[in-house]
């Protein structure tokens, strides 16, 4: 596979990952009670989304084209979801600190790619950032509570 098809398969990747985090963070959001953490997952959704419209526009200029997201997610995905719907309110925010630590993962593997235009490294690495201090607030909320 050539350098610049393995580079936009990646982003295509880091794009339906975001694609279907959105989707779960809205379904879960759906199906708790609590306002605040409707009103938590709600915002994460928007951001993620505000995230693939700029992802998308970046696979563009480098001329690729957009993944339209895959109805039948993977397995892991699957797995996730059914967790964060049925998981108990406190155990709730590990299950979304872990989602964010296994993004940041595909963020590093998708930056380590050569050649990749400095726009999109940018924005990868400014999503990286966000989704690390949504981690720091986390712990420190976490701590703050025990």
């Known amino acids: ?20 985090i959105e989707k779960i963070y809205l379904e879960v959001a759906h199906e708790l009670v609590v306002a605040e953490q409707k009103a938590f997952l709600k915002r994460r959704a928007y951001k993620r989304r505000q995230f693939v419209a700029a992802l998308k ?3 563009i200029k480098i001329g690729g084209a957009p993944v339209a997201l895959e109805k039948s997610s993977s397995e892991f ?6 967790l964060l719907i049925y998981s108990k ?11 964010k630590a296994i993004c940041v993962k595909k ?20 999503q990286v950032d966000v989704i690390q201090n949504e981690m720091g607030n986390m712990k420190r909320q976490a701590e703050f509570i025990s």
Do not use: Q
Not at 1 to 20: G, I, Q
Not at 89 to 99: M, P, Q, Y
Not at 107 to 126: D, G
């Open 1 to 20: 596979m050539k350098h610049a098809e393995r580079m936009l398969k990646k982003l295509n990747d880091l794009m339906v990952m975001n694609n279907t």
């Open 57 to 59: 526009l970046e696979i």
């Open 77 to 82: 995905w699957m797995k996730f979801k059914t």
């Open 89 to 99: 309110d406190d155990g709730l925010l590990d299950e979304i600190f872990n989602l």
């Open 107 to 126: 963020y590093n593997e998708a930056l380590s790619e050569i050649n990749m235009p400095l726009s999109t490294c940018k924005l990868l690495l400014k």
